[in-house]
């Protein structure tokens, strides 16, 4: 019979709890992006980066092609978006998710843009619908434009 002392149990099973919890080293792993982070990132990308490229990681194939169609960030605002915008911030302004978020697929955000437009002040907002394919957000749709806020 083999006899193992209490110590040592105690130390494998922190050894092996320890080796459980640790994060992943892979250089290419991609940190998880909540639907807000991959919205911001987005219309940062288009309005502030002016980067068609940068923002084609958090969109569909489809808005991809139509994005590969229109090749810079301004032609994206204008035909895409809808939106021509310089000097833009951007913040969330509603967001449809709740507490239970790992259990929504769907997601519709709201971003809220300041900015100029054609030399003036202006405040406006833009409608995205995100999907979850897998643990990655990713954006499907671009409503249309419900109109101007205020500005």
């Not at 068609?52 to 569909?60: D, I, L, R, S």
Request: aromatic share 8%; with cysteine; charged share 25%.
């Amino acid at each position: 019979m083999i006899s193992i002392k209490p110590i040592t149990l105690i130390t494998l099973l922190f050894v092996f709890f320890l080796s459980a919890c640790e994060q992943s080293t892979d250089p290419n792993a991609q940190p998880k992006l909540s639907p807000e982070q991959v919205s911001l990132g987005f219309f940062q990308a288009i309005y502030v980066d002016n980067d068609v490229e940068k923002a084609k990681q958090f969109v569909a194939p489809d808005i991809q092609e139509v994005m590969d169609h229109y090749h810079i960030a301004s032609a994206v605002q204008r035909h895409v978006l809808g939106l021509s915008m310089k000097q833009v911030t951007m913040s969330i302004d509603e967001i449809d998710i709740d507490f239970f978020r790992k259990f929504t697929d769907d997601v519709t955000v709201v971003v809220k843009m300041e900015g100029l437009k054609g030399g003036r002040q202006w405040v406006d907002d833009r409608t995205i619908r995100l999907h979850k394919k897998g643990s990655t957000w990713v954006i499907v749709e671009i409503l249309p434009e419900k109109g101007r806020i205020e500005g």
